[in-house]
């Protein structure tokens, strides 16, 4: 089985299972968004949904209300298509550890999501999700998918690294494998066994090549949908992997095992 481990709800939702066949992908994981850049017809419309984005990203806007908006729409996308996603759903940074757990119990355990994210902090503000990483150990260790681009430096990617040996039991996903900072954070989670590394929007496909060859099983197939294309994406994975078990284990089976699909 093909599966996108990390992608965005795509309006309309028409256009994403679209995708998947075009790009001959059976599964996706499928994550909340608060915008959608995929609708924007001018260029003005797509930098307003961008600054939203920025925003977000940078700590500056931290929407409660917009992230339950955004949890309801992944919801029914997936009751409509439940053979074709799985969910991730997200959740508010900064939160208490009671605060975290309330959450996880009313939007994520009650809407069976499998894990939690995507998780922006800002840079300096990692700090803020051990409390989560608390949390996630009091449901069955639910893994969190973390951001790790712009604009997270690598001292912050440090920091979220120290949280994950920290809590040895919660598996974490690093985000687009570390950014431009993709070499520092390769060597640095192989010695960290619930680590994992995400292949979307990297900046050079050198990286990936590395990511796959020395961790061939804790390396994930993403698209990043819409942001990228699920077709391209996946081709510019295939033109890296010789091996057959490597190919099995990065477009499917590594995200399969861990959350026990």
Sequence with gaps: ?????????????????????????DLTVLFTTTIH????????????ELNFLYDILNGVKNPLQERI?????????IQANPERYIG??????????????????????????????????????????????????????????VHTFFPLNSSDIKVLLTLAKRYP??????GHMGG?????????VKEIPNTYLDLSAAPTTIGPSFVIRELP?????????????PSIAKMIIEKL????YVFDQVFGENIARLLRI
């Design 88 to 145: 991730f759903g997200s959740i508010p940074l900064g939160l208490s550890y009671s605060e975290n757990l309330e959450w996880i119990e009313r939007y994520i355990i009650a809407n069976k999501f499998r894990g939690i994210g995507e998780l922006t902090p800002g840079s300096g503000q990692v700090e803020k999700l051990e409390e989560l990483f608390r949390a996630a150990q009091e449901f069955d260790n639910l893994p969190l998918w």
């Design 1 to 25: 089985m093909i599966i996108d481990s990390h992608a965005h709800v795509v309006l309309p939702p028409e256009r994403q299972i679209q995708w998947m066949d075009e790009a001959g992908i």
């Design 169 to 174: 039991q919660v598996p974490t996903i690093l």
């Design 69 to 77: 908006r955004a949890i309801e729409e992944l919801a029914g996308v």
């Design 37 to 48: 850049p995929e609708t924007a017809t001018t260029l003005q419309a797509f930098e307003t």
């Design 180 to 188: 431009i900072y993709w070499l520092d954070t390769l060597k640095a």
């Design 217 to 229: 099983e804790r390396t994930f197939f993403s698209s990043d949908a819409p942001y990228a294309s």
């Design 241 to 244: 992997i010789a091996d057959r």
